[in-house]
């Protein structure tokens, strides 16, 4: 066993503001198949920080750079990385197969159809394959949208409050089930939450974000 750790995301204290300052030095370090949550306070900074590793959004101060590479002016397109968002933004016009195939690329149709069914199996939906969006429940459309993003198969898996919409008592087991299928997946993952009991559930580590400032790490 190779007790190594590989960095594959290292956030060194960027600075964002629009009109007030939203990032006031934030940095943070994700190792090879880790998962660190942040949890925060509505309008804290969280959704802006992922949006500023994937590249949705550019920094006025800092560094990012994935697997050892500085990716700060690198556009989103170009970045390693995959998002789930808070509402799954799955297509409605497609169904479940083409939704999780939709990032895949340069492969052929087999190929694809069978790394679909494997992605279905690991989100424990083995069939789904032809089912419309608007048939699942909001706890199978959330694990769609995450083998949607893990199809993608970049460096690092953002998850932005992946499970928001659900209510609590499913948002506890779903949280378990999300952090199994991201550790079986191998995905180094940073998982953004409000809830500081999904937050525990999820990651390997917790950081509690605080008006744009990340507090040092805790450990479980
Ligand atoms: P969270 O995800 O923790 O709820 P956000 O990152 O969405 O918080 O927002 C943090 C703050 O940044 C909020 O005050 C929000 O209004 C502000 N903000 C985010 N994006 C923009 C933007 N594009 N323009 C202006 N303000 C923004
Ligand atoms: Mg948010």
Redesign the pocket.
């Known amino acids: 066993m190779n007790n190594k750790k590989i960095n594959i995301l290292t956030v060194e204290n960027i600075h964002l503001s629009?009109?007030l300052p939203?990032l006031r030095g934030v940095s943070l370090n994700l190792d090879e198949g880790e998962i660190v949550s942040v949890v925060?306070p509505?309008?804290?900074?969280?959704?802006?920080?992922l949006r500023c590793i994937a590249g949705l959004q550019q920094i006025d101060k800092g560094n990012i750079s994935i697997r050892g590479i500085d990716v700060t002016h690198v556009p989103a397109y170009k970045r390693s990385v995959s998002m789930v968002f808070q509402d799954g933004q799955l297509f409605p016009h497609m169904n479940v197969a083409k939704n999780i195939a939709f990032p895949m690329r340069k492969i052929s149709s087999k190929e694809k159809r069978q790394r679909v069914r494997e992605l279905l199996e690991l989100v424990d939906l083995s069939g789904f394959e032809k089912r419309g969006i608007d048939t699942l429940s909001g706890g199978q459309a959330s694990r769609v949208a995450l083998a949607r993003s893990l199809a993608r198969g970049g460096d690092v898996l953002l998850c932005d409050e992946p499970l928001a919409a659900l209510d609590v008592a499913l948002r506890m087991s779903l949280s378990l089930s999300i952090r199994k299928i991201v550790k079986n997946a191998g995905a180094s993952c940073v998982y953004?939450t409000h809830d500081g009991e999904e937050a525990k559930r999820v990651g390997d580590k917790v950081v509690r974000?605080d008006e744009g400032v990340l507090h040092p790490m805790q450990l479980k």
């Open positions: 629009f009109a939203v925060g509505s309008g804290c900074g969280k959704s802006t920080l953004v974000m």
